[in-house]
């Protein structure tokens, strides 16, 4: 399965998914995701959502959600080859913030 990789607003690489877990660009557990682009901590605690353009965003006006059980830790992948750095992207607008900034 192809990795998917997530960048920050600046536009640096800060972790990837594979097969619905998040990992840091050193592979190690960060979280999961669960239905569409939700995002959990390792801990089950909702974190935000996966964009269109690959940064994981929080709303932080939002009601918080109800954390999740965990699943259990996966065996780290191989990380992939570290992408070379993106365009900086426009700030987000206030409700929102970036969640790896």
């Known amino acids: 399965m192809k990795n998917r ?3 920050n607003t600046r536009g640096k ?3 990837f998914v594979s097969n619905n877990h998040i990992f840091s660009p050193q592979a190690k557990w960060i979280g999961f995701v669960r ?3 939700e995002v959990y901590g390792k ?3 909702h974190l935000g959502f996966i964009l269109d353009d690959d940064r ?3 709303n932080t006006m939002a ?3 109800i954390p999740l059980i965990p699943p259990i830790p996966p065996i780290p992948p191989i990380p992939p080859i570290p992408p070379i750095p993106r365009l900086p992207k ?4 206030p409700p929102y ?3 790896f900034e």
């Open 5 to 7: 990789l997530l960048f």
């Open 90 to 93: 426009l700030p987000l607008p």
């Open 43 to 45: 801990d089950g605690k």
């Open 35 to 37: 239905p569409g682009n």
């Open 56 to 58: 994981v965003v929080k």
């Open 97 to 99: 913030r970036d969640v």
């Open 63 to 65: 009601i918080p959600k």
């Open 13 to 15: 690489y800060v972790a």
